[in-house]
C-alpha cells in the first residue's frame, strides 16, 4: 500500500522499517490489482479526504482573506464600498512608518519571545508530572486545566484586577505577606510593568493547554522503551532527554509553531488590561490596535493593512520554525 | 469490495446523522431567515400588504418590523418593554423588536452589520458616535426626515441636541442624556468642619486640600482617569473650550486662558497631593472610594445612585452642582445617547414614527422611572421624576457638549495625552495643551 | 535507596510539586468561585477576602433566572456538540488525505491551510459576515457551526496528522494485503490507534466553540439564538459590572467544558496505543 514517499528524510525511524518491508513484499512480483493506474486513483481518492475541509476553507477563509486584503488598498468606506478610495499600498506604508505600530510590534514579539518558551518548559514538565500513575491524577489534570477553559474577558479582568496599584492583591502579597517590596507598585500605570499581569496572565492560560497536547503525545512513547532504559541503568533525567524527548519531538515542535502563532496572535488581555494601549498607546500589541483602527477608529482599510502585516510576519516565523525543526520530524 | 462500502456507507450515515441533526435543531430553535427578512416582506410605499387579499378597501394595516438595538442595562430594557407596549398600541401593524448588547462590544457588532448590509432600523448611540456615522452617510438626517423635528427640537435640552449635529443636518434626537455633578462625602466634610460643599472653583481647590491627608491615603478629590470626561466638568465651568463655535481651530481655544487656568488648577491638585494619584492609573476606583472615604469629592453622573444602592447601601450621597466661576457661572459636560435612523432602512416610516415616540412626554416619563434622565427640557422640576433628577436636569441647561465631529475620538486622545504630560511634569499646561491644539487642528483638516 | 522507597519518594515529591502547584494555578478561580457567593456589598471590600463571610447562591439563582439564560445555554451546547462531531470528521478526513497519500500540490495545500491558522480571525470577521449573509446563513445556529469548523480546522488536522504519521505502516500495509479500502483501514486501524490525538481535538475544539464570541455576536442578531459567552457579557454594563453575577455565570458556563474534558481525558492512558506495534 505505501508509496515510496517523496522525500524519505520526513519520516520517522519507524517509517523507514516500514518501507524495507513494504519494498520486500513489491519485490516478490504480487501482481497489480486492476484498474486505473495506482497513481492517478490514489490522488482521486486523496481528494476524496481533502475535499469537505478544503471546500470549507475556501469559501470561508480563502475567499475572506482576498476580500480583506482588497479592503487594505483602500479608504474603505463601510456603508458604500464604491465610494472607497484606492490607496494602493499607502496603509501599509503608513503601519510600517508608525512609531506606534512599531512599538506594537516589539510588545508582541516581546511576549511571544517570554511566554512561549515559558509555556512550554512548564507545560511539558507539568504534563510528564500528570503521566505518572498517582492516585488522583485525573483531579490534578481538572485543576490544571480549569485556567485554560475559563474565558479571556473573565480571567483578564480578574488578573487585571489583581495587579491594581493601590491596595491590589499582588500587592497585598508582596508587600504584607512576602514583605519583598515596601510600597504599592502601581503595575497598571506603568507602560513597562503593565506586562507583567498581561504575561502571567498569558502563561497561567496556556500552561494547562500545553500540558495536555504533551500529555497526549507522551501516550504514544510505549513504556517497554522506558523500562529498557531503566533496565539499562539511565536516571530519571537521561530516560527523560534520551528517550522521551525525542519521541516527543513532533510534539513538541507543533506546539511551539502553534504556542509562537497564537503569541503574536493575542489580543484580549492586552485589550482589557491596558484599555487600548494606555498610556500614549505604548502598550499596544499588533492585533490590539488593529481592532482599535478597525472598530473604534472605523479606519478599515488601515485595520486590514496591519493584520495583513501581522500575518505576514507570523507566516515567516513560522516556516522558519518548520524549516529548521522539520528534519526527520513528520509533520 | 465489500468492506469498502461498508465503511463508506458507515461515513455516509454519520454525515448524514449529523446534518439531519443540525437541521432539525435549526428548525426548532426557529426560523432560519433573519429578522431584517421578515422586515423586507413590506416595503414602506406600498399601501397594501403583500400577503393580504382583503375584499373590502378599509384602512390598509402595513406589517412593519422596526429592529431597535441598544445598550441599555437589563432595568431599563425591562421598562422599554413597557414602552414599546405603548407605542404598538398606538400603532398597530408596527412591532418594534429591540436587541440589546453590552456596551463595550456594541461598535464592533454594529458596524460589522452595517459593512454586511445587515444593520438594524434605528438604535440608541452614544452621542460620540453620531457624527462619525453620519460622516460615514450612515444615517438619515432627521431634520430633513421628521415631519415634526422643529417642534420636538425645541423640546429638549440645547446641549444634547447639539451633539446631533453635523456637516448642517441633524442625524438623530437626543433619547437620553446624562450629565456630571460634584459628590460630596458629607462625613468627610464635617468631621473637617465643612457644612457645605464649595460652591466656587476657588473654594472647590482650598477645600480638596483641606480634606487630603496623603500619608493616610485620603484625598479630597479622585479622578477615574486622564480621558477628556473626567476633567471635561471642571473645564467647561472655567469657561475653558476646545474649538471655536464654527469647528475650525483649536488654537486660543484648547489652549486659550480659561482652558489652561482649569487644567492649572486640577495639575496643582495633583502636585499639592489634593488629587489622588490614582488619576494615572491602578488607583481605588472613583466610585468605592468615595463611598469608603478616600476621596471626599468625586464628579461623576446619575447612574452612581444605582450603584451606590446595589454595592453601598449605607452610604449617603449627595450632590451639588459643579464649582463655578467667580461671577457664578456653572457648567459641565453632556453625556448620554441619541436614536438613530440608520439610511439603509425598508421601514423608513415606521422607524421614523418609532423615533418621534421615544421623545414623547409618556415615553420619557416611563424611561425617568428607572433613573433615565429625560431629554425633554419640560420636565425639569417635574414633580413625578425621582427626586436626585433636580440636580442634573438644572446641571443640564449649562451643561456643554463635547466636539460633535467625526474625528472627536483622536481629539480626546490629544488631550488626554496632555493631562498626562502634565500630571507626569514633563510639560506645564500651556505647553502640553499648545501641542493638543497643534495635533487637532491637524484632525480638523 | 531501595527501589520501592526510591518509587515512593518519587511518588510523594509528585503530589508535592503538584499540589502546591496546583493551589497556585487555581487561585485566581479560587478568587472568581468565592466572589461568586458573595452578595454584591460584599464584593468591593478592601482587604479582598478569599473566603465570604455569608457565602449564598443568590448570584447562581440570578443568573439562571435570569431571561432566557437557558436557552442560551442550550444554544451554546447544541452548537458546540455539532462542531465537535464535525470537526472530528473533517479534520480526520484531512488529516489522513495528507498523512498517508501522496500528490501533487499536497506540500502547498497543507501550507495554505496553515496560513489560514495564523489569520488572526478578527481580521475575517466582516468579509465572512457577507459570505454568511450571502450563504443565508446569519442569525442561525449552522452558521456558527459551519465557521467554528473551518476555523478550527488547520489546527486539528496539524496536529492529527503528525498523530496519523506516527503510527507505523506496517499494521495499515497488512490491511492493505487483505484488501481493505482505505476507508476501512481509517475507521478500523488509525482511528482506535489516535484516540489520544482525538481526544485531544474533541477537547479544545469543544472548548471553542462554546467560548467563542466574536463571531457569534455579530453573526446572530435575534435574541433568542444567542449563546452564552454573549449573555455572560451582558452582564457587565456600561457603568459598573456585577461582578458576582459574572462570575456565578462563568462558573456555570465552565462545568459541560469540564465534563467533556474529563470524559475525554481517559483516553490519555498510556498503552492504548502500543497494541499493535510489537513484533
Redesign the interface.
Given at each position: 500500500m505505501t508509496q515510496t514517499p517523496a522525500d524519505p528524510v520526513l519520516h520517522s525511524g519507524r517509517d523507514r522499517q516500514a518501507l524495507t518491508t513494504s519494498n520486500r513484499t513489491e519485490s516478490l512480483g504480487r501482481p497489480e490489482p486492476p484498474g486505473p493506474p495506482r497513481g492517478r486513483r490514489r490522488a482521486g481518492v486523496a481528494w476524496l479526504f481533502l475535499l469537505p475541509g478544503v471546500a470549507l476553507f475556501a469559501v470561508f477563509v480563502l475567499g475572506p482573506m482576498i476580500y480583506s486584503f482588497r479592503i487594505s488598498l483602500y479608504d474603505w468606506?463601510?456603508?458604500?464600498p464604491d465610494r472607497s478610495e484606492w490607496l494602493g499600498f499607502a496603509n501599509y506604508a503608513r503601519a510600517l512608518g508608525d512609531p506606534t505600530f512599531q512599538r506594537a510590534v516589539v510588545n508582541t514579539i516581546a511576549y511571544t519571545a517570554v511566554t512561549v518558551p515559558a509555556q512550554m518548559i512548564l507545560g511539558t514538565a507539568l504534563a510528564v508530572l500528570l503521566n505518572k500513575a498517582i492516585r488522583g491524577r485525573a483531579v490534578y489534570r481538572v485543576l490544571y486545566y480549569l485556567p485554560v477553559v475559563t474565558p479571556w474577558v473573565i480571567v483578564a479582568l480578574l488578573f487585571k484586577f489583581l495587579?491594581?496599584?493601590?491596595?491590589?492583591f499582588v500587592n497585598h502579597i508582596l508587600r504584607n505577606v512576602l514583605g519583598v517590596v515596601d510600597h504599592d507598585i502601581?503595575?497598571?500605570?506603568d507602560p513597562l510593568l503593565i506586562f507583567a499581569p498581561i504575561m502571567a496572565l498569558g502563561i497561567w492560560k496556556g500552561l494547562g493547554w500545553t500540558a495536555v497536547i504533551v500529555l497526549a503525545g507522551l501516550q504514544i512513547i510505549p513504556a517497554e522503551l522506558e523500562d529498557a532504559a531503566k533496565v539499562d541503568g539511565a536516571g530519571p533525567w537521561q530516560r527523560f532527554r534520551f528517550v522521551t524527548l525525542p519521541l516527543l519531538r513532533p510534539t513538541l515542535v507543533f506546539l511551539f509553531v502553534v504556542l509562537v502563532v497564537g503569541g503574536l496572535n493575542a489580543y484580549v488581555s492586552n485589550l482589557l488590561i491596558t484599555d487600548g494601549g494606555?498610556?500614549?498607546g505604548q502598550t499596544h500589541f499588533v492585533l490590539t490596535l488593529m481592532y482599535q483602527e478597525t472598530?473604534?477608529?472605523?479606519d478599515?482599510g488601515y485595520g486590514a493593512a496591519i493584520s495583513y502585516l501581522l500575518t505576514a510576519l507570523v507566516f515567516m516565523i513560522s516556516v522558519v520554525q518548520l524549516r529548521l525543526l522539520r528534519r526527520r520530524v513528520d509533520l | 469490495m465489500r468492506?469498502?462500502n461498508?465503511?463508506?456507507w458507515?461515513?455516509a450515515a454519520?454525515?448524514t446523522a449529523?446534518v439531519l441533526?443540525?437541521?432539525a435543531?435549526?428548525s426548532t430553535?426557529?426560523d432560519?431567515?433573519?429578522?431584517?427578512g421578515a422586515v423586507e416582506v413590506t416595503t414602506t410605499t406600498a399601501t397594501q400588504p403583500a400577503d393580504e387579499t382583503t375584499t373590502t378597501e378599509e384602512t390598509p394595516v402595513e406589517e412593519a418590523t422596526v429592529?431597535y438595538w441598544h445598550?441599555m442595562?437589563?432595568p431599563e430594557a425591562a421598562q422599554l418593554d413597557a414602552v414599546i407596549a405603548a407605542f404598538e398600541g398606538a400603532n398597530p401593524g408596527i412591532t418594534v423588536e429591540p436587541?440589546?448588547?453590552?456596551?463595550?462590544?456594541f461598535?464592533?457588532?454594529l458596524?460589522?452589520?452595517?459593512?454586511?448590509?445587515?444593520g438594524?432600523d434605528t438604535a440608541r448611540l452614544d452621542i460620540i458616535w453620531v457624527p462619525?456615522f453620519a460622516e460615514?452617510?450612515?444615517l438619515l438626517p432627521l431634520d430633513g426626515e421628521l415631519a415634526s423635528f422643529d417642534e420636538t427640537a425645541s423640546s429638549v435640552f440645547p446641549g444634547p441636541l447639539a451633539t446631533n449635529l453635523w456637516d448642517g443636518s441633524y442625524y438623530g434626537l437626543p433619547q437620553n442624556t446624562n450629565t456630571q455633578v460634584l459628590l460630596w462625602n458629607r462625613d468627610m466634610f464635617e468631621a473637617a468642619g465643612i457644612t457645605e460643599p464649595p460652591a466656587t472653583l476657588e473654594e472647590f481647590a482650598t477645600t480638596a486640600c483641606a480634606l487630603s491627608d496623603s500619608d493616610a491615603?485620603t484625598y479630597g478629590y479622585g479622578m477615574g482617569g486622564t480621558y477628556f470626561w473626567a476633567p471635561a466638568p471642571i473645564f467647561y465651568s472655567s469657561g475653558g473650550a476646545v474649538v471655536d463655535e464654527g469647528i475650525t481651530t483649536a488654537t486660543g481655544y484648547v489652549n486659550g486662558p480659561e482652558s489652561v487656568a482649569a487644567f492649572e488648577l486640577l495639575t496643582g491638585l495633583y502636585n499639592d497631593g489634593c488629587l489622588s494619584p490614582?488619576i494615572?492609573?491602578?488607583?481605588?476606583g472613583t466610585?468605592?472610594g468615595h463611598a469608603?472615604g478616600a476621596y471626599a469629592t468625586i464628579i461623576d453622573?446619575p447612574?452612581m445612585v444605582d450603584?451606590y444602592r446595589?454595592?453601598?447601601?449605607d452610604f449617603e450621597v449627595n450632590f451639588a452642582p459643579i464649582p463655578a466661576e467667580p461671577d457664578g457661572t456653572t457648567s459641565s459636560v453632556v453625556g448620554g445617547e441619541n436614536v438613530v435612523v440608520f439610511?439603509?432602512t425598508d421601514q423608513k416610516d415606521a422607524a421614523l414614527a418609532w423615533t418621534e415616540f421615544l421623545l414623547s412626554e409618556e415615553s420619557q416619563r416611563l424611561l425617568a422611572e428607572v433613573g433615565v434622565v429625560p431629554t425633554l427640557s419640560g420636565l425639569a422640576g417635574d414633580p413625578a421624576l425621582p427626586e436626585y433628577f433636580e440636580v442634573f436636569m438644572a446641571q443640564l441647561e449649562t451643561a456643554q457638549a463635547r466636539v460633535p465631529h467625526p474625528r472627536w475620538?483622536?481629539m480626546d486622545t490629544a488631550i488626554n495625552?496632555a493631562f498626562?504630560r502634565m500630571l507626569q511634569g514633563t510639560q506645564t499646561p500651556q505647553e502640553a495643551l499648545d501641542q493638543a491644539a497643534e495635533e487637532i487642528n491637524a484632525l480638523l483638516q | 535507596m531501595s527501589s520501592r522507597l526510591r518509587h515512593r519518594a518519587d511518588k510523594t515529591a509528585t503530589h508535592l510539586i503538584l499540589a502546591v502547584g496546583a493551589l497556585v494555578v487555581i487561585l485566581p478561580f479560587l478568587f472568581m468561585a468565592s466572589t461568586s457567593l458573595k452578595s454584591?456589598?460584599q464584593?468591593?471590600e478592601?482587604p479582598p477576602r478569599l473566603l465570604p463571610t455569608a457565602p449564598n447562591l443568590d448570584n447562581y439563582v440570578e443568573v439562571i433566572r435570569?431571561e432566557q439564560f437557558g436557552v442560551y445555554f442550550v444554544?451554546s451546547l447544541?452548537v458546540a456538540v455539532?462542531a465537535t462531531?464535525?470537526t472530528l470528521?473533517v479534520s480526520t478526513l484531512l488529516a489522513y488525505g495528507f498523512a498517508r497519500f501522496e500528490f501533487r500540490w499536497k506540500e502547498p495545500v497543507f501550507y495554505g491551510l496553515l496560513l489560514g491558522m495564523m489569520i488572526p480571525p478578527v481580521m475575517l470577521?466582516?468579509p465572512q459576515?457577507?459570505v454568511a449573509?450571502n450563504l443565508?446563513l446569519?442569525?442561525?445556529?449552522?452558521g456558527l457551526?459551519v465557521v467554528y469548523v473551518t476555523m478550527n480546522l488547520a489546527l486539528q488536522t496539524f496536529l492529527l496528522r503528525g498523530f496519523f504519521e506516527d503510527i507505523p505502516r506496517e499494521l495499515e500495509e497488512a490491511a492493505v494485503i487483505d484488501?481493505?479500502?482505505?476507508?476501512?483501514i481509517?475507521?478500523?486501524i488509525i482511528i482506535p490507534l489516535s484516540r489520544p490525538g482525538l481526544a485531544v481535538v474533541a477537547i479544545f475544539t469543544f472548548l471553542y466553540a462554546w467560548d467563542e464570541?466574536?463571531w457569534a455576536?455579530?453573526a446572530i442578531?435575534?435574541?433568542?439564538?444567542r449563546t452564552l459567552p454573549?449573555a455572560i457579557?451582558?452582564f457587565?454594563?456600561?457603568?459598573?459590572t456585577?461582578w458576582g453575577l459574572v462570575f456565578a455565570a462563568s462558573i456555570i458556563a465552565l462545568l459541560p467544558v469540564v465534563v467533556v474534558f474529563v470524559f475525554f481525558q481517559r483516553y490519555f492512558i498510556r498503552g492504548v496505543s502500543t497494541s499493535g506495534i510489537k513484533g
Open positions: 468606506n463601510l456603508v458604500t495587579f491594581v496599584g493601590q491596595g491590589g502601581l503595575w497598571l500605570a494606555q498610556p500614549f472598530f473604534t477608529r472605523l478599515f | 468492506q469498502r461498508q465503511t463508506v458507515r461515513l454519520l454525515a449529523l441533526t443540525l437541521g435543531c435549526d430553535a426557529g432560519a431567515t433573519s429578522t431584517t429592529t445598550t442595562s437589563e436587541t440589546r448588547y453590552a456596551y463595550d462590544d461598535k464592533a457588532a458596524t460589522t452589520s452595517i459593512a454586511g448590509g445587515e438594524p462619525e460615514l452617510g450612515a491615603g490614582s494615572l492609573g491602578g488607583g481605588v466610585a468605592e469608603t453622573g447612574w450603584i446595589n454595592d453601598f447601601p439610511a439603509d475620538g483622536d495625552e498626562q | 454584591r456589598t464584593v468591593l478592601y435570569a444554544n447544541i455539532a462531531g464535525l470528521l470577521i466582516i459576515f457577507l449573509r443565508g446569519l442569525n442561525s445556529l449552522l457551526i484488501g481493505a479500502a482505505p476507508g476501512t481509517l475507521w478500523r464570541f466574536p455576536h455579530v442578531q435575534e435574541t433568542s439564538k454573549i457579557a451582558l457587565h454594563g456600561q457603568y459598573s456585577q
